[in-house]
């Protein structure tokens, strides 16, 4: 299921221990039949460039795990092969379910004796936001299971729940009245194989039962993670469910800056990214389309041709945004591809300077002082910008309520690409590079009042603890 903002409860009356865990178990032993007219093992079937049960392992990577276990049964050797035993730096190892046919129940009990000590419990068809395990990780419990559940962002078919004050008092498909769904993803002491044999002893199928004995033993809790991202993935149109969320949290993590990228690129290169993320284009070939395009903006800008080019602009920005995005979706981002953003102010500047050189034709060296300034201070306050996060290892844009409402309005590239193609239209280009100077110096000098005054607190507070 998909939401937006982020929530965890915690139950401070009911858990009592803190445990940290570092080992995951993965049910991925089914057949997926209702997937089986697009991939004979859907576990392995590719999503957005990647395998789903890699998806599911790279979130389990991502929050901190180490070790893998994963129950296969249905064509679980093609499994063995995609994943191999080291996924992504993970400790990947198998566990076969001779009874898999029988229910996910017998899957998940195939385990019984993986584990001395707790661990995360999640289904192998599921894409998640890896904060609904990272919420487990520390999490204070008294219980053999605890319960991820979400309260705002669910479909009629998932497994409802029944808690009350921190506690699970039923689950199933059709038990009502319900007040939460489970998300497939639980954090499981040893203990809990227990009650799953207790539930096939009495004839049960489904890990729901396993849950609800535990329930019944008042040893089962839960912790809400509503507003965290989830797709369960069964059909066709779970998968383009799926790509669409990916899209849609493919963004970096502080979002986008400016009102331009905000209101009317995001949603745009969102649904570019979805139709992109299962195709042969990588996010190479689209920083290298970019770069062609801009340079070609700089040469419309030095010849005169300030409409095409000023149009242009815009579609640069665009496609700007789509190459971390598909990397990012892919799980392909590197350290490496943060050289993208020099090599995007150097085009930057070179639009500025075009324009300017264009413009001293016949307006002398005025258009030339006007860029050389305005380059001066974008210059600085992008250095502010980048030393301030270095330094504290959050971004200046999501800093605090200010920052936060300032990058709406601070200069960047797609505010000035608005200037130039107002100013082109009205005949009056030069007039563009001087709100461009003023607007820069406007950004430098909040951006730097800004660091200044944070970076002050944070020494003042460091020498505190220091005494």
Not at 168 to 193: H, W
């Amino acid at each position: 299921m998909e939401t937006g903002k982020n929530l965890i409860n915690e139950f401070p009356s009911v858990m009592d221990n803190v445990s940290e865990v570092k080992q995951a178990l993965v049910l991925a032993a089914g057949k997926g039949s209702r997937l089986s007219e697009c991939a004979k093992q859907k576990l392995i079937h590719y999503i957005a460039g990647v395998p789903l049960l890699g998806r599911i392992l790279q979130g389990l990577k991502e929050a901190g795990i180490e070790s893998v276990h994963i129950v296969i049964g249905y064509e679980g050797d093609d499994i063995r092969q995609e994943i191999g035993k080291n996924y992504l730096g993970l400790d990947v190892s198998y566990v076969m379910a001779q009874n898999w046919e029988k229910g996910n129940l017998h899957s998940f009990l195939a385990a019984k004796g993986t584990f001395k000590e707790d661990f995360i419990l999640c289904m192998g068809d599921h894409i998640f936001d890896s904060q609904i395990v990272t919420s487990f990780i520390n999490v204070d419990h008294n219980s053999s299971v605890v319960l991820a559940i979400d309260t705002i962002g669910y479909a009629f078919d998932d497994t409802k729940v029944l808690e009350h004050e921190g506690m699970i008092l039923d689950i199933g498909k059709d038990i009502n009245p319900s007040n939460c769904v489970e998300t497939g993803f639980f954090f499981c002491s040893p203990k809990i194989f227990s009650y799953a044999e207790m539930a096939v002893n009495q004839g049960k199928s489904e890990l729901a039962d396993c849950i609800r004995i535990a329930a019944q033993n008042g040893d089962a809790q839960v912790l809400d993670v509503s507003g965290h991202y989830w797709v369960d993935v069964d059909n066709k149109k779970d998968i383009e469910r799926a790509k669409r969320v990916l899209a849609k949290y493919s963004q970096k993590k502080r979002g986008a800056s400016d009102f331009v990228a905000h209101y009317f690129n995001r949603p745009i290169e969102n649904a570019i990214i979805h139709r992109l993320s299962d195709s042969r284009v990588t996010p190479n070939q689209i920083t290298i389309l970019v770069n062609v395009l801009a340079y070609l903006v700089t040469a419309l800008f030095l010849f005169g041709h300030l409409f095409i080019g000023s149009v242009l602009t815009f579609v640069v920005g665009l496609i700007d945004g789509l190459d971390g995005k598909l990397a990012r979706i892919r799980g392909h981002s590197t350290k490496l591809g943060r050289m993208e953003h020099l090599f995007d102010l150097l085009f930057e500047f070179s639009w500025l300077i075009a324009i300017a050189m264009f413009l001293s034709q016949s307006k002398g060296s005025l258009p030339l002082l006007l860029v050389a300034s305005s380059i001066t201070f974008i210059a600085f306050y992008r250095f502010c910008y980048d030393q301030f996060s270095r330094t504290t290892g959050i971004s200046l844009d999501v800093y605090g309520r200010f920052e936060r409402a300032f990058r709406r309005i601070a200069g960047r590239r797609n505010i000035y690409n608005v200037y130039i193609l107002i100013g082109v239209i009205l005949g009056t280009p030069l007039y563009s590079l001087i709100v461009i100077l003023f607007h820069s110096a406007l950004t430098a000098v909040v951006y730097a009042s800004r660091v200044a005054i944070h970076l002050h607190r944070i020494d003042k507070k460091e020498q505190v603890n220091l005494l």
